[in-house]
């Protein structure tokens, strides 16, 4: 149904980001790059696009290419762009080696992460793998 909804509407980003979400629960991280792909080329300024091809990409261990669509989805949400999104650029960025962004990236996602204890714990956890950190 969703593949044939977006066959009907490509208009609409949301429908490749139900089908690609749809597609990432199932492990399916070709297919739903495949779809993002086609999303981004239709809609390049669909920050949801983004995200989810960074996800997707770094499932598969395509460090440069999830970089790229993660600062892409990151320049496009603005001061939107949520903790989370932060702390995923960090991790991308340690595997890539680089240390300093990484650390620059998660001091920007403390900043953001609410007070909820759950955040703060998710934070930390992150900061102990990255060289380097408090």
Known sequence: PLRRALQLVPEHAEASLMLAQ???E???FTQAIGVLEAGVARHPNERGL???LAIARGALGEWQAAL???QTALRLAGDRASWQQWLH???IQQRLGDDAAAQEALARARS???AAEQGHLVLDHA???VPGSP
Request: hydrophobic share 50%; proline share 5%.
């Open 22 to 24: 749809a597609l990432l």
């Open 26 to 28: 199932q492990r399916k």
């Open 50 to 52: 983004h995200h989810q």
């Open 68 to 70: 790229t669509a993660r």
């Open 89 to 91: 650029l960090a991790q």
């Open 112 to 114: 953001l992460a609410p």
């Open 127 to 129: 900061l102990v793998s």
